[in-house]
């Protein structure tokens, strides 16, 4: 059975700081797709940041150069490090695991951390 926690979000002023951890069982971070995605109140869901299962990276527009996904291989764990924070960054963060199998994928989720940056 497949778990993520997610931990880490909070209240925040603008131009602060945070970091999300996300805590992975019954599948390994390194061996396959995470990400993280964020939803805003009326916004449809969007990818933020992720890994592929080959160890590249990818961010949305929005967040290069503030963000930063991160794993530990041996906490099974991987982190979304949030610098120079913005109030349009606002929103419930969560976790993303992709099992990729011979015929499709499958996605697993986090319950989701709220981040809140005020102006």
């Known amino acids: 059975q497949v778990q993520l926690v997610e931990s880490g979000g909070g209240l925040v002023q603008a131009g602060g700081s945070l970091r999300l951890s996300c805590a992975a069982s019954?599948?390994?971070?390194?061996?396959?797709?995470m990400g993280w995605y964020r939803q805003a109140p009326g916004k449809q869901r969007e990818l933020v940041a992720a890994?592929?299962?080959?160890?590249?990276?990818s961010y949305a527009d929005s967040v290069k150069g503030r963000f930063t996904i991160s794993r530990d291989n041996a906490k099974n764990t991987v982190y979304l490090q949030m610098n120079s924070l913005k109030p349009e960054d606002t929103a419930v963060y969560y976790c993303?695991?992709?099992?990729?199998?011979?015929?499709?994928?499958?996605?697993?989720w986090g319950q989701g951390t709220q981040v809140t940056v005020s102006s």
């Open positions: 993303n695991a992709r099992r990729f199998r011979a015929l499709g994928s499958t996605d697993y």
């Open positions: 019954g599948i390994i971070v390194s061996a396959n797709g």
């Open positions: 890994f592929t299962v080959v160890g590249s990276t």
